[in-house]
């Protein structure tokens, strides 16, 4: 989880009321993608979460031992 410095954002961004990228506050922003130091939330609208999280790892397949 990625660790935000509360130095450069809002209010409304440090309680989860705007998004963290893009400061849009409707709809508000619901997806969690990191935290304060002291452990609170910091949220994001849909778009800028997909591009703050990364992309999920492609899918193992383990070959059959001989």
């Known amino acids: ?3 935000f410095d509360p130095e450069g954002l809002t209010w409304a961004q440090r309680d989860g ?3 963290v990228v893009c400061h849009k ?3 508000r922003p619901r997806k969690r ?3 304060l130091p002291d452990d609170a939330p910091v949220l994001a609208c ?3 979460a997909e591009a703050l ?3 999920p790892a ?3 397949v ?3 031992s001989r």
Do not use: E, I, N, Y
């Open 33 to 35: 993608v990191g935290r």
């Open 17 to 19: 009321d705007a998004c």
């Open 1 to 3: 989880m990625v660790t």
């Open 46 to 48: 849909a778009d800028c």
């Open 62 to 64: 383990a070959f059959p």
């Open 53 to 55: 999280l990364p992309s």
């Open 25 to 27: 506050r409707w709809p």
């Open 58 to 60: 492609a899918t193992v």
